[in-house]
């Protein structure tokens, strides 16, 4: 049938455009959204070239896809809390230690006073480590805090 072109002969082709006569098949009819929304998708997905011709194949992988993106958590059960580093934040410094009433005037510069009721540490090395609890009483850049356990120094470095 096939030699020197697409057909074998002139015959053969005046019989094929004869069988035509003109005729086309009706061209499904597509609204300006639904073309709008499928030049989108062909335009930015070319694997979807593939699915135009069939909704139901593009449908079952989306389905497929879902199902396991879904599963992912579930075969993994719970997640696990992430471990938090225990760095202690710095407040200031002790500039006054009074030992009557025990509070101590904390000199905490440019750095945002802690708010009340918080409890501040001092982690003197081979002592004991001094506990206190901030007070209302705030002028900055001053601190005042209760001792609550240990003695601190003027010149100690206070910890959150």
Do not use: Y
Not at 8 to 36: C, H, K, M, Y
Not at 49 to 73: E, I, M, Q, Y
Not at 95 to 103: N, T
């Amino acid at each position: 049938m096939k030699k020197g072109g697409f057909f074998s002969s002139s015959a053969e082709a005046a019989l094929i455009s004869r069988q035509n006569d003109g005729f086309e098949p009706p061209r499904p009819t597509l609204s300006v959204a639904g073309w709008v929304a499928w030049r989108r998708i062909l335009w930015c997905c070319p694997c979807a070239v593939t699915f135009a011709l069939s909704r139901f194949r593009f449908s079952l992988l989306l389905l497929a896809s879902a199902a396991l993106l879904s599963s992912c958590g579930v075969l993994h059960g719970k997640k696990k809390p992430r471990a938090t580093a225990n760095t202690q934040q710095f407040v200031g410094t002790v500039s006054l230690v009074s030992e009557d009433p025990s509070f101590v005037l904390i000199d905490n510069g440019s750095l945002p006073p802690p708010m009340a009721d918080t409890v501040l540490t001092i982690n003197n090395p081979g002592g004991i480590p001094v506990e206190m609890k901030v007070t209302h009483i705030q002028k900055p850049p001053f601190v005042v805090a209760d001792i609550v356990k240990g003695t601190p120094k003027k010149g100690d470095r206070v910890f959150r």
